[in-house]
């Protein structure tokens, strides 16, 4: 298994502004992966990020908005840029793939 | 692309009584299945995970659940449940790819309720 770690683990920000959260994980991996969950909703895939290219967004979600770093094998950010209330969610990063799918403890994030 | 669906967003039970939560996937390929269960204010813990082999697979904390191809769905089980088994529990698929590169789909969620 892998143990991942995320900063911050909860955060207040104001609207317009933009905010990154870190994913370090304790093993060289190939695939990260960075989920929304919404208050009271299911986990909603945003991106996967491999390393040395440029992330993949799912239907919903743009780089402009969720601009996502994956500068090595073990570091990802993700950054939730122009925010708005809507944006309030919990963020996951997550590593593996396929059978293997470990998660991180999330970031608590309230937009006023 | 692949769906989740478990039909109960809400699955109220007493202590030590049986429980069963659905779910219901479509996919137009060969998939691997998931049960995370999520408690208050924490993060995603898995349950248990089927990728092949026996339709029945065992997981931590007494819960079991049985694939069933036919009929395309992953119901979790428990024979007696405690009071901390409230939690949210989210069943989830991915595909199988040579790559092994895919994320999750999940369902929206159960809530299960223990009443004493």
């Known amino acids: 298994s892998a143990v991942i770690s995320q900063k911050p683990s909860r955060d207040i920000c104001q609207r317009g502004t933009s905010l990154t959260i870190q994913c370090q994980v304790d093993?060289?991996?190939?695939?990260m992966f960075w989920y929304r969950q919404q208050p009271g909703q299911s986990l909603t895939l945003i991106a996967t990020?491999?390393?040395?290219?440029?992330?993949?967004?799912e239907s919903g979600f743009v780089i402009d908005k969720f601009p996502i770093s994956r500068p090595n094998l073990t570091f990802s950010t993700l950054t939730v840029s122009n925010m708005s209330p809507e944006d309030s969610s919990i963020y996951l990063c997550?590593?593996?793939?396929?059978?293997?799918?470990?998660f991180g403890p999330g970031t608590r994030l309230t937009v006023l | 692309a692949q769906s989740v669906t478990q039909l109960d967003s809400q699955v109220p039970v007493f202590e030590e009584a049986p429980v069963e939560l659905r779910c219901n996937y479509s996919s137009s390929v060969s998939v691997y299945l998931f049960w995370y269960v999520q408690y208050p204010n924490q993060g995603l813990q898995l349950l248990l995970k089927?990728?092949?082999?026996?339709?029945l697979v065992k997981g931590i904390n007494g819960f079991e659940a049985e694939f069933n191809k036919s009929q395309t769905s992953f119901h979790l089980r428990k024979p007696s449940v405690h009071i901390s088994d409230t939690a949210e529990y989210f069943c989830a698929v991915s595909i199988l790819s040579g790559g092994g590169a895919d994320g999750l789909t999940f369902g929206k969620g159960t809530h299960l309720i223990i009443q004493p």
């Open positions: 093993s060289q991996v190939t695939m």
């Open positions: 997550s590593v593996g793939g396929g059978a293997e799918q470990f």
């Open positions: 990020a491999n390393q040395g290219s440029e992330a993949t967004y």
């Open positions: 089927y990728l092949s082999g026996s339709t």
